[in-house]
């Protein structure tokens, strides 16, 4: 069994950075890639990052490609999300995932993190 914890979310001026972190535990997490999608309302889930259980290879989504970086911690297992230049379109919950190498879903979800930016 996999737990997600996200923290990290708030209400941030445009153009402003946040710092979004994804805790996680279970026996065997470290094999796991992980993502973080988000979900404005009345939209559908975007994806937004993912990084290989290695960390060696990372993707971003269109939307957010030089602005959002994608990290983890293999010691603390966590997986952290930096977001620089923050528009109000970035506004929405943001939840991090994670799916075991070689299956397309992901199977765990942790619980979401509000994000907030104001113009």
């Known amino acids: 069994q996999v737990q997600l914890v996200e923290s990290g979310g708030g209400l941030v001026q445009a153009g402003g950075s946040l710092r979004l972190s994804c805790a996680a535990s279970g026996r065997t997490i470290n094999m796991y890639n992980m993502g973080w999608f988000r979900q404005a309302p009345g939209k559908e889930r975007e994806f937004v990052a993912a990084?290989?259980?290695?960390?060696?290879?990372?993707s971003y989504g269109d939307s957010v490609k030089g602005r959002f970086t994608i990290s983890k911690d293999k010691v603390k297992i966590t997986v952290y999300l930096e977001m620089n230049s923050l528009k109000p379109e970035d506004t929405a919950v943001y939840y991090c995932a994670a799916r075991l190498g070689g299956q397309s879903n992901y199977k765990y979800w942790g619980q979401g993190t509000q994000v907030t930016v104001s113009s």
């Open positions: 990084i290989t259980w290695s960390g060696l290879s990372t």
